[in-house]
């Protein structure tokens, strides 16, 4: 049997023998180091100078001495209910602005491997920005979603999205119900579904909607949603639009799923104590931020057992993992049926817009007339569907070609190279061996910001990752691998992180990895299938 191994958060890790081993036809590495001591104490240190200091110019500003330019409530409207809240306007104007420079940069060229991106400075803290007229040519981006490349101006995608938006134009200004259906559209939903291996698929024009307004049509009052910790924003708010009850389970930890599905069946609904209508487990393929992989076959195993069903969000997974880039259910080497309702994106492995849902034909068919984004979203443009119709058959060999194979293997390789060697340069990274989501921890709010401008004056491009959309103690750099990625753009990349983080100080790891010898990738990452 596969060794298998796991690391939760919290816990002095590095890596553990999982249970349910039998479960998995591959070794599955994670790793979550537990955060130095010293480093802990200084970053806490750090937010409460941060917080010291906030609070005296927030005293200030009371009398004047200091202008304020943030948005506030007025004097009139105090006894309504606040606008703001308190703590996150605080953070806001006392610590975020201080490296607001460090988001929302603006870029003015397509979002490949490199980018062109224009220069802007403040004189006022960064509360404004202004354009210096001056762009910074080629910076390596590790920071876009661009998992498989297919995010380019040039080539086979670009051709056939620009033939079509010639003919049929930009947008519908339908919806798919009344005049926006398109017979492209119907060829799109049919070779998503063959794509996956399921019976049939539905395209939504935004990724974010395709949870949040489709989970409404799936459960309801009556029904219980149990939603790993670490879930996306829009899997939460549909989870909240239904109106079922939640609950939550700790990240990717299969002991308090199950706790929570034991204790559902046992119980029952508060109160009454009826049975549950529906229990719907919400899970990610790959999680943004951790760069973790969903135990699926524990999941689907506890699925099976309590009788309840499995909504997966394949954002960032579909495409990216996986011998063929079918995503985390062919990783693991599963049965897409054991799936009831697969969700992906197109936005990211297929550089286009919009997700899709994917499932048995009844479920589809429902949710063509309940789903909200479904009745009342206007549909996919025309040359949104051709790019995701072109770069889908590209990847799966439709196209005449095996580009899109040698893109797949070509991730994995650059994935695995690149994490390898982060770790060997004593770096505390996260999650799995095969996610292209790579977080690389910063911790002190000070170098949040000084590690993204230190990495672009070395002409490299990175997402640093903060309070709200981590722990307040957990900042991280996040790396986003992509096929389109040279082995050269990946060795200068590496160096410039080294040097930055030798000049930051960050690296903190205390497992150290002894350096290995450059070697051709090893082919049986992704073995072949026996058909």
């Known amino acids: 049997l596969a060794k298998v191994y796991h690391t939760h958060l919290c816990f002095a890790s590095v890596y553990h023998a999982a249970c349910n081993g039998e479960l998995y036809s591959r070794p599955f590495i994670e790793s979550f180091e537990e955060t130095p001591m010293l480093v802990a104490v200084l970053t806490y240190m750090g937010y409460g100078i941060l917080t010291i200091f906030g609070y005296l110019r927030d005293f200030m500003r009371e009398w004047k001495i200091e202008k304020c330019h943030i948005a506030r409530e007025r004097e009139e409207q105090k006894d309504f209910v606040p606008l703001y809240q308190d703590f996150e306007n605080f953070y806001t104007r006392n610590l975020y602005m201080r490296i607001r420079d460090s988001w929302n940069r603006p870029i003015y060229s397509v979002p490949g491997a490199t980018f062109d991106l224009v220069e ?35 080539g086979a995608c670009a051709t056939a999205a620009g033939e079509v938006t010639v003919k049929f134009g930009v947008g519908m200004a339908s919806t798919r119900q009344e005049m926006g259906n398109l017979k492209r559209h119907e060829e799109l939903e049919k070779l998503v579904a063959s794509f996956l291996g399921v019976e049939s698929a539905m ?18 009052k ?26 939550v389970f700790k990240h990717n930890n299969m002991q308090s799923l199950e706790k929570l599905l034991r204790d559902a069946i046992v119980h029952g609904q508060p109160r009454t104590h009826r049975p549950w209508k529906k229990i719907l487990i919400l899970v990610e393929g790959i999680y943004s931020m951790e760069g973790s992989i969903i135990r699926l076959p524990e999941v689907i195993a506890l699925k099976k057992k309590y009788k309840a069903y499995l909504y997966l969000d394949e954002a960032h997974s579909i495409g990216a993992l996986g011998p063929y880039g079918r995503g985390v259910v062919e990783y693991f080497g599963l049965d897409a049926k054991d ?12 550089g286009a817009a919009g997700g899709y849902i994917a499932g048995r034909k009844d479920l589809i ?37 095996t580009i899109g194979r040698s893109r797949i293997q070509r991730l994995a390789e650059n ?7 982060l770790r060997e340069m004593g770096f505390i990274i996260y999650g799995n061996n095969d996610s292209p989501v790579v977080p690389m921890m910063l911790y002190m709010p000070a170098k949040i910001g000084a590690f993204g401008r230190e990495m672009l004056k070395r002409n490299i491009g990175v997402v640093v990752v903060g309070f709200p959309a981590t722990p307040i103690i957990e900042s991280r750099a996040r790396f986003c691998i992509s096929a389109a990625h040279t082995k050269e753009m990946l060795d200068r990349a590496l160096d410039v992180i080294s040097e930055v983080g030798d000049l930051l100080q960050l690296k903190y790891s205390r497992h150290k990895v002894l350096p290995s010898l450059d070697r051709p990738f090893d082919e049986t990452t992704y073995e072949e299938n026996e058909e």
């Open 222 to 247: 009556g029904c219980l949603i149990l939603s790993d910790e670490l879930n996306h924003a829009s899997l939460v708010l549909g989870a909240r639009l239904s109106g079922s009850t939640i609950r």
């Open 203 to 220: 395209a939504f024009g935004m990724g974010f909607a395709t949870n949040s307004m489709n989970i409404p049509a799936l459960a309801g």
């Open 415 to 421: 994935t695995v190279y690149f994490r390898r060697r």
């Open 365 to 401: 068919d429902y949710l063509r007339t309940h789903s909200h984004s479904a009745i009342y979203a206007t549909s996919m443009p025309l040359p949104v569907v051709e790019q995701i119709i072109t770069s889908m058959k590209c990847i799966m060999g439709k196209d005449g070609t």
């Open 339 to 350: 799936v009831d309702v697969m969700m992906g994106t197109f936005t990211k492995s297929f």
């Open 120 to 154: 802007r400075s403040s004189n006022d803290y960064n509360w404004t920005f202004e354009y210096t007229g001056r762009v910074v040519k080629d910076v390596i981006n590790l920071g876009s979603y661009n998992y498989l490349g297919f995010a380019e101006n040039t």
